[in-house]
């Protein structure tokens, strides 16, 4: 079994500001990581997955994040955010081996960024 | 990538009936899954359903309460039975990408029952 825990329930910065949305995991085999994005009154959406390979994945909308295996971590980033990433963002992790196409989520992280 | 719409977008339900739920995937897929994603909260995964068996629920969720069918593969439903307040919530439909490393959402339905 995993569990994902997002260590910010709430981010607020100013727009054009650096940004990173944490994201610790536990689990006893190899995952699969995940960071979706939900606007308000939609759908969540793919913003990047870290499968294999370089540690260092790049998403859309200018974001992306770092798998450390050491620390469990996969800690989202962007340089400088806009308006209009306010949203929710979820951390997610799936097994590997078990993978059956669901993912564990974690408690979401609300990003607010203001004028 | 797949397209996934539900019906209704949304609903207020009167405590002690019943809604179904309504999920169309634009291609075919194996899995289905049913999310609950409580106000302000992550989501829960509440079942998996595969076409021609029957659903998989997960620990604290009951088919009497929450039956699923999946007729073919690109359908399913889900209802939510005998409603009280605690179940208002967004119900998210999703499925897996060919070979699953990526789940794809539909734009959820927002139930509320007073």
């Known amino acids: 079994a995993q569990s994902v825990t997002q260590l910010d329930s709430q981010v607020p910065v100013f727009e054009e500001a650096p940004v990173e949305l944490r994201c610790n995991y536990s689990?006893?085999?190899?995952?699969?990581l995940f960071w979706y994005v939900q606007y308000p009154n939609q759908g969540l959406q793919l913003l990047l997955k870290?499968?294999?390979?370089?540690?260092l994945v790049k998403g859309i909308n200018g974001f992306e994040a770092e798998f450390n295996k050491s620390q469990t971590s996969f800690h989202l980033r962007k340089p400088s955010v806009h308006i209009s990433d306010t949203a929710e963002y979820f951390c997610?992790?799936?097994?590997?081996?078990?993978?059956?196409?669901?993912?564990?989520f974690g408690d979401g992280t609300t990003l607010t960024v203001k004028p | 990538s797949a397209v996934i719409s539900q019906k209704p977008s949304r609903d207020i339900c009167q405590r002690g009936t019943s809604l179904t739920i309504q999920c169309q995937v634009d291609s075919q897929v194996t899995m289905m899954f049913w999310y609950r994603q409580q106000p302000g909260q992550s989501l829960t995964l509440i079942a998996t359903a595969n076409q021609g068996s029957e659903a998989t629920y997960e620990s604290g969720f009951v088919i009497d309460k929450f039956p699923i069918s999946r007729p073919n593969l690109t359908f399913s439903t889900l209802t939510v039975s005998n409603m009280s307040p605690e179940d208002s919530s967004i119900y998210l439909c999703?499925?897996?990408?060919?070979?699953?490393?990526?789940?794809?959402f539909g734009p959820g339905t927002r139930l509320t029952v007073l």
């Open positions: 999703s499925v897996g990408s060919q070979g699953y490393n990526e789940q794809f």
């Open positions: 870290y499968l294999s390979g370089s540690t």
């Open positions: 689990s006893s085999v190899s995952v699969y």
């Open positions: 997610a992790v799936s097994d590997v081996d078990t993978n059956a196409g669901k993912s564990t």
